[in-house]
Nanobody
Framework: EVRLVESGGGLVQPGGSLRLSCVAS????????IAWIRQAPGKGVEWVSR???????WYADSVRGRFTVSRDNAKNTLYLQMNNLKVEDTAVYFC?????????RGQGTQVTVSS
């Protein structure tokens, strides 16, 4: 069974930091594209960062310079280091990959940025 399990969310003040983790299982992690996406209340899904099997990385303009994505293939884990968080970063964060033509998404982890 292909699974993605996110963790690390929480409540943080503006300017603070959080590190999200996504543990993958059921597929060859180091051969797959994997991404962080988020969904804020009442809004659509937004791509946050993508990392490809060849280590190429993409960031949304809204997070570039503040967020850093990385992967540990030995641990089948994807990370998202989020610094200088803003109120507008409040959302449920998911990791996402594609497997056999379909999207696989975890259950998400809530990030709330508030003073």
């Amino acid at each position: 069974e292909v699974r993605l399990v996110e963790s690390g969310g929480g409540l943080v003040q503006p300017g603070g930091s959080l590190r999200l983790s996504c543990v993958a299982s059921g597929f060859t992690f180091n051969e797959h594209f994997i991404a962080w996406i988020r969904q804020a209340p009442g809004k659509g899904v937004e791509w946050v960062s993508r990392i490809y099997s060849g280590a190429s990385i993409w960031y949304a303009d809204s997070v570039r310079g503040r967020f850093t994505v990385s992967r540990d293939n030995a641990k089948n884990t994807l990370y998202l280091q989020m610094n200088n968080l803003k109120v507008e970063d409040t959302a449920v964060y998911f990791c996402s990959t594609y497997y056999k033509g379909g999207e696989i998404r975890g259950q998400g982890t809530q990030v709330t940025v508030s003073s």
